[in-house]
């Protein structure tokens, strides 16, 4: 099989590797398409020490199951998070899951931009999802960076009457407008700074409205921090239909950054 591997900032090789091969409580899966997180491309614009396998952001179908895996089948289509969580350490008793020994350490064998992956037993059973037959893989590649989105909103201890400034409309950025906007923030962003893109994102106040706030929406209700998450997420727009998911799954919820999908063919 393909697959990519970084060694320099101008050397990002497409290589002829072995296919994984699986233990019983593992999946082999192949992979459909893969998000470029910034955390990729950070790799190489900063010279990261070679050779490291790039993507994470992944969706794909399971071609092999080991016999001890009974919760996915054969030829289900996935989504798959690269790295889980201990659970019992000290910075996973405290929600700080990416601190996590146990969290760096793991990882899906060899990458997201290759056609084939192991995920490991671990990876089975936390941070591997049914892609729902509704999502195209694409948009099921938007899960990890909107769990990350969804993570923060509920980090944050908003009470009624705060202003929420979300700095940039980036692909995040407007995630995270859809992730406030999905838990009772209201009001309109639009992007600034010249360049004649004044007014693109702008996203309308409910009920009509129209005042002017910047990047900027207001609260209207409020959950603690340190509670209890609120109930599922219903957001309208197709590509953030993956928000059931991450409410099946809180492992999920404290991921990256999609900017361009590739497609495996």
């Given at each position: 099989?393909?697959?990519?591997?970084?060694?320099?900032?101008?050397?990002?090789?497409?290589?002829?590797?072995?296919?994984?091969?699986?233990?019983?409580?593992?999946?082999?899966?192949?992979?459909?398409?893969?998000?470029?997180?910034?955390?990729?491309?950070?790799?190489?614009?900063?010279?990261?020490?070679?050779?490291?396998?790039?993507?994470?952001?992944?969706?794909?179908?399971?071609?092999?199951?080991?016999?001890?895996?009974?919760?996915?089948?054969?030829?289900?289509?996935?989504?798959?998070?690269?790295?889980?969580?201990?659970?019992?350490?000290?910075?996973?008793?405290?929600?700080?899951?990416?601190?996590?020994?146990?969290?760096?350490?793991s990882?899906?064998?060899?990458c997201?931009?290759?056609?084939?992956?192991?995920v490991?037993?671990?990876?089975?059973?936390?941070?591997?999802?049914?892609?729902?037959?509704?999502?195209?893989?694409?948009?099921g590649s938007?899960?990890?960076?909107?769990?990350?989105?969804?993570?923060?909103?509920?980090?944050?201890?908003?009470?009624?009457?705060?202003?929420?400034?979300?700095?940039?409309?980036?692909?995040?950025?407007?995630?995270?407008?859809?992730a406030?906007?999905?838990?009772?923030?209201?009001?309109?962003?639009?992007?600034?700074?010249?360049?004649?893109?004044?007014?693109?994102?702008?996203?309308?106040?409910?009920?009509?409205?129209?005042?002017?706030?910047?990047?900027?929406?207001?609260?209207?209700?409020?959950f603690?921090?340190?509670?209890?998450?609120?109930?599922?997420?219903?957001?309208?727009?197709?590509?953030?239909?993956?928000?059931?998911?991450?409410?099946?799954?809180?492992?999920?919820?404290?991921?990256?950054?999609?900017?361009?999908?590739?497609?495996?063919?």
């Amino acid at each position: 099989m393909k697959a990519v591997t970084y060694y320099s900032y101008d050397d990002i090789r497409v290589e002829n590797t072995t296919v994984p091969s699986i233990t019983d409580h593992e999946l082999l899966v192949k992979v459909d398409g893969c998000g470029l997180c910034g955390s990729d491309i950070m790799k190489i614009v900063q010279h990261a020490s070679p050779p490291v396998k790039l993507g994470h952001e992944l969706t794909g179908t399971i071609v092999e199951k080991g016999r001890e895996v009974s919760n996915f089948a054969m030829g289900q289509r996935v989504i798959v998070a690269h790295h889980v969580p201990c659970g019992i350490c000290h910075y996973c008793k405290h929600g700080n899951y990416s601190m996590c020994a146990s969290f760096k350490a793991s990882n899906i064998d060899p990458c997201g931009f290759a056609e084939y992956i192991r995920v490991p037993a671990e990876h089975v059973q936390h941070t591997t999802l049914p892609l729902p037959a509704s999502l195209s893989a694409e948009e099921g590649s938007f899960v990890e960076p909107l769990a990350c989105c969804v993570r923060a909103v509920r980090r944050t201890p908003l009470l009624p009457g705060d202003s929420v400034v979300v700095m940039g409309l980036g692909s995040i950025g407007l995630l995270m407008v859809q992730a406030f906007k999905a838990v009772g923030c209201v009001g309109e962003t639009r992007r600034g700074g010249g360049g004649g893109d004044e007014g693109r994102g702008r996203l309308r106040r409910p009920g009509g409205g129209g005042h002017e706030q910047g990047n900027r929406t207001r609260a209207t209700q409020a959950f603690p921090p340190h509670t209890a998450p609120p109930p599922p997420l219903r957001i309208t727009r197709r590509s953030w239909r993956a928000l059931g998911a991450i409410n099946r799954a809180p492992t999920m919820s404290m991921l990256l950054n999609t900017v361009i999908f590739v497609y495996m063919v």
